[in-house]
T-cell receptor
Framework: EAGVTQSPTHLIKTRGQQATLRCSPI?????VYWYQQALGLGLQFLLW???????NRGNFPPRFSGRQFPNYSSELNVNALELEDSALYLC???????????FGSGTRLTVV | DQQVKQNSPSLSVQEGRISILNCDYT??????FLWYKKYPAEGPTFLIS?????DKNEDGRFTVFLNKSAKHLSLHIVPSQPGDSAVYFC?????????FGKGTRLHILP
């Protein structure tokens, strides 16, 4: 069974540009979660999508947005990039939350 | 506001001994608590969870203890092995999302 896949692995952008990150969940999982791991801050919850709808979002500005497609894959878009957006962005999917999420390997976003 | 706190950034333990990783939380409404392990350049991997109505859950070398009155949980790894060297995240589930601590880096010494 294929795990959660994320692309690209690394992304370098200039301040003010837009970044698009992609995630494919495990087959059969309908929920996709996005987390940001910035230096020294642990994993910060960004967004939760389920069945194509945004169900919950963390304490991030509106320039962080995304969507979920009919095949349950998801995109995370970050507009007007700032230097502090540099982080590892992790996507996860789950069937039952208390069984834990399955994470992808992440996209390392660097804003210069 | 850090709802899940791991106050030890790092921990070193001799191979074969017990590793104890600690975690405190502030919200008594969490439904589940979870531990994840993360190697460099990989996503976190789910290790073990415990329901808020339990006080202990064991899976092989890993045991999680929950002390609700103290709002404290701990992960015990016995015996510690070299492959256990990683960052361990404590996490708690509430309102359809998982909240993570900042992690503790565990070093297993030969």
């Amino acid at each position: 069974e294929a795990g959660v896949t994320q692309s690209p692995t690394h992304l370098i952008k200039t301040r003010g540009q837009q970044a698009t990150l992609r995630c494919s969940p495990i087959s059969g999982h309908t929920s996709v979660y996005w987390y940001q791991q910035a230096l020294g801050l642990g994993l910060q919850f960004l967004l939760w999508y389920d069945e194509g709808e945004e169900r919950n979002r963390g304490n991030f500005p509106p320039r962080f947005s995304g969507r979920q497609f009919p095949n349950y894959s998801s995109e995370l878009n970050v507009n007007a990039l700032e230097l502090e957006d540099s982080a590892l962005y992790l996507c996860a999917s789950s069937s039952l939350v208390y069984h834990g999420y399955t994470f992808g390997s992440g996209t390392r976003l660097t804003v210069v | 506001d850090q709802q899940v706190k791991q106050n030890s950034p790092s921990l070193s333990v001799q191979e074969g001994r017990i590793s104890i990783l600690n975690c405190d939380y502030t919200n008594s409404m969490f439904d589940y608590f979870l531990w994840y392990k993360k190697y460099p350049a990989e996503g976190p991997t789910f290790l073990i969870s415990i329901s808020s109505i339990k006080d202990k859950n064991e899976d092989g070398r890993f045991t999680v203890f929950l002390n609700k009155s103290a709002k404290h949980l701990s992960l015990h790894i016995v015996p510690s092995q070299p492959g256990d060297s990683a960052v361990y995240f404590c996490a708690a589930y509430r309102d359809d999302k998982i909240i993570f601590g900042k992690g503790t880096r565990l070093h297993i010494l030969p």
